[in-house]
C-alpha cells in the first residue's frame, strides 16, 4: 500500500470570494458584489472531470469547502460539488464533509440547507467572543451571532468546529483565559485556537510596518498565551493534535489529517495547492491560477485552472514530510519518511534535540515535546537529512 493510500485521499474546494477583506487575512480571498454561481458550479465541475482523469478510480475520505466564505455558496452549488465528486470517486462509508462558516445571521439561516446538501461538519469562523475585538478584527458580525451560529451547528450537525484568534491587541493573559474557558463551556469537541500573526500584504501588515498596530503582546506573552491555551485545553479532554488544533479523541479533521500525514489530495479553484501522486510513485505539487476571473477564463478555455506544476524531489519530499507530521502531537515515522523519500534523519540531531528536551523518540517514531512544538521552525532546522543508503 503507498502512503497515499494510508493517509488517505481527499478533495479541497476553494471558494474565494468574502463579504469583506479580515485586515489580518493573507489567503486567497475577494470581494464581489455578485458571483454567477451556475457559472462556477459549470468550471468546478471541468476541475473535477479532469481530476478524475488524472487519479483514475480512488476511495475519498473528505471533501473540504474552503476559502474565501464558502457559507456564501447556495447550498444547491455545494450539492452539486458532491454529487458530482461521489460520482466520480466512491466515497468513504464515513467520508467527511466540511463546509467553513461565518456566524453571520444570513449564513447561519442556510445551515439545514447545507445539511441536506450532504455536508456533515461545519467550521466557524468565530475568531472572538468580544464585540470590541470582532470590530478590531474586521469581522462582519457580533458575539451573540458567533453564539447563535454555534447553537444552531449543535442542532443540525454531528461534528463541528470554531475558531478563535489569541494575542491580540491589548489582549491580556487573564482575558485569554476568561475567553477560552467560555469557548470550552459551549462544547463543541474541536476548537483551531490560533495566535494573531502579522503577514506581509494585508491591512494588519501594512500598519504594523507604519508603526499604527499598537497594543500587540509581546513575544514572552504570546508564549505564555500558547502554554496557557495548551494546559487548559488539556485539562477539558481537548488536547492539542496538531500545533494550533484541539479535538477529543476521535473528533480530529479527517481532512487536515490527510495534509499532516503527507496523503493525497486533489484542488479545485483559485489559489488551490494540491499534491497527487503518480503510478511511478513520484508526488507532484501544483497550484492553481489565483484570480478568479482568470482561473474561471482558464479553466473555461484550455480545460485545466492549473498553473504550476512540479514534481517533489526526494529531497522535498523528505522535507515536507518533516514539516507536516511534526507538526502532530504524536510526531512521524521514521520508516515512513524512508518510504516516501529514500531518506534518513541523521540519528545524531534527534539525540541533540532530544538531550535538549525538544524532541522524543520511541523506536522509529519521533515527534516533538511541548517546548519543541513552540520552537517547531528551529526543531526542524537542526533536524538533519540525509539520503538512505541502497
Same mark, same amino acid.
Given at each position: 500500500?503507498?502512503?497515499?493510500?494510508?493517509?488517505?485521499?481527499?478533495?479541497?474546494?476553494?471558494?474565494?470570494?468574502?463579504?469583506?477583506?479580515?485586515?489580518?487575512?493573507?489567503?486567497?480571498?475577494?470581494?464581489?458584489?455578485?458571483?454567477?454561481?451556475?457559472?462556477?458550479?459549470?468550471?468546478?465541475?471541468?476541475?473535477?472531470?479532469?481530476?478524475?482523469? $488524472?487519479?483514475?478510480?480512488?476511495?475519498?475520505?473528505?471533501?473540504?469547502?474552503?476559502?474565501?466564505?464558502?457559507?456564501?455558496?447556495?447550498?444547491?452549488?455545494?450539492? %452539486?460539488?458532491?454529487?458530482?465528486?461521489?460520482?466520480?470517486?466512491?466515497?468513504?462509508?464515513?467520508?467527511?464533509?466540511?463546509?467553513?462558516?461565518?456566524?453571520?445571521?444570513?449564513?447561519?439561516?442556510?445551515?439545514?440547507?447545507?445539511?441536506?446538501?450532504?455536508?456533515?461538519?461545519?467550521?466557524?469562523?468565530?475568531?472572538? /467572543?468580544?464585540?470590541?475585538? /470582532?470590530?478590531? =478584527?474586521?469581522?462582519?458580525?457580533?458575539?451573540?451571532?458567533?453564539?447563535?451560529?454555534?447553537?444552531?451547528?449543535?442542532?443540525?450537525?454531528? %461534528?463541528?468546529?470554531?475558531?478563535?484568534?489569541?494575542?491580540?491587541?491589548?489582549?491580556?493573559?487573564?482575558?485569554?483565559?476568561?475567553?477560552?474557558?467560555?469557548?470550552?463551556?459551549?462544547?463543541?469537541?474541536?476548537?483551531?485556537?490560533?495566535?494573531?500573526?502579522?503577514?506581509?500584504?494585508?491591512?494588519?501588515?501594512? %500598519?504594523?510596518?507604519?508603526?499604527? =498596530?499598537?497594543?500587540?503582546?509581546?513575544?514572552?506573552?504570546?508564549?505564555?498565551?500558547? $502554554?496557557?491555551?495548551?494546559?487548559?485545553?488539556?485539562?477539558?479532554?481537548?488536547?492539542?493534535?496538531?500545533?494550533?488544533?484541539?479535538?477529543?479523541?476521535?473528533?480530529?479533521?479527517?481532512?487536515?489529517?490527510?495534509?499532516?500525514?503527507?496523503?493525497?489530495?486533489?484542488?479545485?479553484?483559485?489559489?488551490?495547492?494540491?499534491?497527487?501522486?503518480?503510478?511511478?510513485?513520484?508526488?507532484?505539487?501544483?497550484?492553481?491560477?489565483?484570480?478568479?476571473?482568470?482561473?474561471?477564463?482558464?479553466?473555461?478555455?484550455?480545460?485545466?485552472?492549473?498553473?504550476?506544476?512540479?514534481? =517533489?524531489?526526494?529531497?522535498?519530499?523528505? $522535507?515536507?514530510?518533516?514539516?507536516?507530521?511534526?507538526?502532530?502531537?504524536?510526531?512521524?515515522?521514521?520508516?515512513?519518511?524512508?518510504?516516501?523519500?529514500?531518506? %534518513?534523519?541523521?540519528?545524531?540531531?534527534?539525540?541533540?534535540?532530544?538531550?535538549?528536551?525538544?524532541? $522524543?523518540?520511541?523506536?522509529?517514531?519521533?515527534?516533538?515535546?511541548?517546548?519543541?512544538?513552540?520552537?517547531?521552525?528551529?526543531? =526542524?532546522?537542526?533536524?538533519?537529512?540525509?539520503?538512505?543508503?541502497?
Amino acid at each position: 500500500m503507498e502512503r497515499w493510500q494510508q493517509a488517505g485521499f481527499g478533495l479541497y474546494v476553494h471558494w474565494p470570494f468574502c463579504q469583506s477583506k479580515c485586515p489580518y487575512c493573507d489567503f486567497n480571498s475577494h470581494v464581489a458584489s455578485s458571483v454567477d454561481q451556475n457559472a462556477w458550479g459549470d468550471a468546478f465541475e471541468l476541475e473535477l472531470d479532469r481530476m478524475r482523469r $488524472e487519479t483514475g478510480p480512488r476511495r475519498l475520505s473528505s471533501i473540504f469547502f474552503g476559502g474565501g466564505t464558502p457559507s456564501l455558496m447556495v447550498p444547491s452549488l455545494v450539492e %452539486r460539488i458532491i454529487s458530482s465528486a461521489t460520482g466520480h470517486w466512491s466515497a468513504a462509508n464515513d467520508i467527511e464533509i466540511t463546509l467553513e462558516a461565518n456566524p453571520t445571521s444570513a449564513e447561519i439561516e442556510k445551515f439545514r440547507a447545507f445539511r441536506s446538501a450532504g455536508v456533515n461538519r461545519v467550521s466557524i469562523g468565530v475568531q472572538s /467572543l468580544n464585540d470590541a475585538d /470582532l470590530r478590531q =478584527l474586521g469581522r462582519m458580525h457580533d458575539a451573540k451571532e458567533a453564539r447563535s451560529a454555534i447553537d444552531m451547528a449543535q442542532t443540525i450537525f454531528d %461534528r463541528f468546529s470554531f475558531d478563535l484568534i489569541y494575542a491580540r491587541q491589548d489582549q491580556t493573559l487573564a482575558q485569554w483565559e476568561a475567553e477560552l474557558n467560555e469557548a470550552l463551556k459551549i462544547g463543541s469537541r474541536h476548537l483551531s485556537l490560533y495566535q494573531l500573526t502579522i503577514e506581509p500584504g494585508t491591512v494588519f501588515g501594512a %500598519r504594523h510596518a507604519r508603526g499604527q =498596530l499598537r497594543g500587540l503582546p509581546e513575544e514572552d506573552i504570546s508564549a505564555e498565551m500558547y $502554554e496557557l491555551t495548551q494546559q487548559i485545553c488539556e485539562a477539558h479532554g481537548l488536547p492539542a493534535y496538531e500545533t494550533s488544533n484541539h479535538a477529543a479523541v476521535g473528533e480530529e479533521s479527517r481532512h487536515n489529517m490527510i495534509y499532516w500525514r503527507s496523503g493525497d489530495f486533489a484542488a479545485i479553484g483559485p489559489g488551490a495547492h494540491g499534491r497527487l501522486t503518480g503510478p511511478s510513485g513520484v508526488r507532484s505539487a501544483f497550484e492553481n491560477e489565483r484570480s478568479p476571473a482568470q482561473w474561471m477564463a482558464r479553466v473555461m478555455s484550455t480545460g485545466t485552472g492549473e498553473c504550476e506544476r512540479s514534481s =517533489l524531489t526526494q529531497m522535498e519530499a523528505a $522535507e515536507e514530510f518533516l514539516v507536516m507530521g511534526l507538526r502532530l502531537r504524536g510526531g512521524l515515522d521514521l520508516s515512513d519518511l524512508q518510504a516516501v523519500s529514500h531518506h %534518513r534523519v541523521s540519528q545524531n540531531s534527534i539525540s541533540e534535540l532530544i538531550e535538549i528536551g525538544m524532541l $522524543e523518540q520511541d523506536g522509529s517514531r519521533i515527534a516533538a515535546t511541548a517546548a519543541g512544538r513552540i520552537l517547531l521552525n528551529s526543531v =526542524l532546522a537542526k533536524l538533519e537529512l540525509l539520503p538512505s543508503p541502497n
